[in-house]
């Protein structure tokens, strides 16, 4: 079964733009292998807009651009499988993608037994040139019976940035991802703002359909397609951390043949890709802060009996996180306590009874795993 646990891959996207190809997505196969994210669980390589010619052929079908494309999706993906790893491509529920190439409206049927033939695996499906008279719930569904009837296992990863709110239906549609929030840009504000306006609508998202984030702009340093500013690798530590205890996709943004050693170790923390993958997929919720409302308090169940705890600081000032046990559910007198290991220093930090005291500076964030043991 595909879509049970968040997909996890690169999308070219953030990246690459128009200027997709298919040496590019060869490459980025191979330094998934080489510097060992697909090890780390990262599978599909998702070639987003701007991949086919302007019109469809004569039997109606999408045409690869040869210039980009040269020799063909088919040996592309069989390329990517000798590796592997799985391939996606992007259409839209409209009639023409947002960059002006041909949507899949009218022709999803089609189009999926096409993307079926070259052995795709992933389709990101948004919602450009959708007619306004149209019920874009219909289309969705629409793409998915085509996809669950063309004969291969095609991951539907559907993005319409909240209009029609599409956290309500999308899990019905047949859809395994869905996005809810406008394009994310490679800068703090941008990642802050899709965390603090999803906060509270996590129980929408689930096995087999999760809720897509948009992309890790982890390691693209200001540079690329959607590069407006770019991080400080703290502030990429933080993107990493969220989109891990909030069950998003892991789709990398950046250019995965030139990763500097921060980068890798942000994206290859397996500690925190295990939180994202725990085959329960429970979402995290939220503990208010008694002392600032920049410090967002996070917890996620795991499905062996432990916690994460996330404690991040989204203000522009130092400042102390003080998290009591109680707001998790363990009284103080209960005869337990938590012991707790940083999952980014690896460090122990003991066994501790009633709450978890630290420091963090502006942008930053602690995740705890915590096991409840007796004392
Ligand atoms: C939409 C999506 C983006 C990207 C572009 C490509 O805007 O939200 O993530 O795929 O299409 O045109």
């Known amino acids: 079964m595909i879509g049970q646990t968040p997909p996890m891959g690169w999308n070219s996207w953030p990246m690459f733009g128009e200027d997709v190809n298919e040496e590019v997505i060869m490459q980025v196969a191979d330094a998934f292998v080489e510097y060992g994210l697909k090890d780390a669980g990262y599978e599909y390589i998702v070639i987003d807009d701007c991949w086919s010619l302007r019109e469809r052929d004569k039997n109606k079908r999408l045409v690869p651009d040869p210039q980009k494309f040269p020799s063909g999706m088919k040996a592309l993906s069989d390329y990517v499988h000798s590796k592997g790893l799985k391939l996606g491509i992007y259409s839209c529920a409209g009639v023409q993608t947002c960059a002006g190439y041909p949507g899949s409206l009218e022709h999803e049927f089609i189009d999926a037994n096409t993307f079926a033939e070259w052995g795709i695996d992933y389709l990101k499906y948004v919602y450009c040139y ?33 209009w029609d709110e599409p956290s309500t239906w999308m899990r019905s549609a047949g859809a395994h991802t869905w996005r809810s929030t406008g394009d994310i840009q490679d800068n703090w504000n941008s990642v802050k703002s899709i965390t603090l306006s999803l906060l509270g609508h996590e129980c929408y998202s689930a096995p087999y359909c999760f809720h897509d984030n948009d992309y890790l702009v982890v390691g693209m340093y200001g540079k690329g397609n959607i590069a407006l500013g770019g991080c400080t690798d703290d502030e990429y530590k933080t993107q990493f951390s969220l989109w891990c205890m909030m069950n998003s996709p892991l789709m990398i943004g950046c250019d995965v043949r030139n990763m500097n050693e921060a980068t890798r170790t942000i994206l290859m923390n397996k500690d925190l890709i295990a939180i994202n993958q725990d085959f329960e997929g429970r979402q ?54 938590l012991q707790l290991t940083d999952l980014w220093t690896k460090e122990d930090l003991g066994v501790e009874t009633a709450f978890y005291r630290t420091m963090l500076d502006p942008h930053c964030c602690q995740v705890l795993r915590a096991k409840v043991v007796k004392l």
């Open 284 to 337: 995290a919720y939220t503990v208010n802060d008694w002392i600032s409302d920049d410090l967002l308090y996070y917890v996620k169940i795991l499905s062996n009996g432990d916690f994460a705890i996330a404690l991040v600081n989204f203000g522009e000032r130092r400042a102390r996180a003080h998290f009591q046990f109680w707001d998790l559910g363990l009284p103080m007198a209960a005869g337990y306590g």
């Open 130 to 162: 959708k007619p306004r008279s149209l019920d874009g719930k219909i289309l969705y569904r629409r793409m998915a019976m085509a996809l669950r009837n063309c004969g291969r296992d095609i991951l539907l990863s559907t993005c319409n940035w909240g």
